[in-house]
């Protein structure tokens, strides 16, 4: 079983909607959770981090996580072009490790 | 410089070369981590190491070997790497104990023929 699952996309949406990307994890005790955005060909950016069950707002990023469902989400209202990238879910598990999603890859058309 | 910095950016190497990848923070970080991303899969880390000492080792083949001169700096060594090694090589920095959040350098693409 995958510890950290995301569906790899490509999730198409248009300019100026909402994009929702989803990430499911293995590990009850699993404390954090994390967004980082990879633009091809770069290393991935942390985006957001969430530590606590609910919403946690920044700019046009919302992460939503539920730890009794064992998920976490990530929307980005009114998406833009540039937010077109891969999107990584990461899970600390404890012990100094973070574990990644494959990424889901999101496509915002003009 | 700024960040996370890595050399070179990209290396092609034989099968029976040996080569080293180089990873330098300006952080002010006490931790460095080194991934393996390969396409469809997900980061993989392989060595973990937390004020200067090593703390993980995840199942990585002898022929990568780490070394971690001090805080600021990091380094793979490579022998013998298979074509199947081949793939994006990332380090990253945090404060010891943040592993939670940890910036990346920009990689070395490692092409092994």
């Known amino acids: 079983q995958k510890e950290v699952e995301q569906n790899s996309g490509p999730l198409s949406v248009p300019e100026g909607a909402i994009a929702s990307l989803n990430c499911t994890y293995s590990d009850r005790g699993s404390q954090s959770f994390f967004w980082y955005r990879q633009y091809s060909g770069k290393s991935p950016e942390l985006i957001m981090s969430?530590?606590?069950?609910g919403d946690k707002e920044d700019g046009r990023f919302t992460a939503q996580l539920n730890k009794a469902s064992q998920y976490v989400s990530l929307l980005i209202r009114d998406s833009q072009p540039s937010d077109s990238a891969t999107y990584l879910c990461a899970v600390n598990t404890g012990f100094q490790k973070l574990v990644f999603g494959t990424g889901t890859r999101l496509l915002v058309s003009p | 410089e700024t960040g996370v910095t890595q050399t070179p950016r990209h290396l092609v190497m034989g099968m029976t070369n040996k080569k080293s990848l180089k990873c330098e923070q300006h952080l002010g970080h006490n931790a460095m981590y080194w991934y393996k991303q390969s396409a469809k899969k997900p980061l993989e880390l392989m060595f973990v190491?937390?004020?200067?000492?090593?703390?993980e080792n995840n199942s990585v083949p002898s022929r990568f070997s780490p070394e971690c001169p001090n805080s600021s700096h990091l380094f793979l060594h490579l022998h013998t790497l298979q074509p199947e090694d081949s793939a994006l090589y990332l380090c990253?920095?945090?404060?010891?104990?943040?592993?939670?959040?940890?910036?990346f350098g920009p990689g070395t693409r490692l092409t092994v023929t």
């Open positions: 190491y937390s004020l200067e000492e090593r703390v």
């Open positions: 969430i530590y606590s069950n």
């Open positions: 990253a920095s945090s404060q010891a104990q943040r592993e939670d959040e940890q910036y």
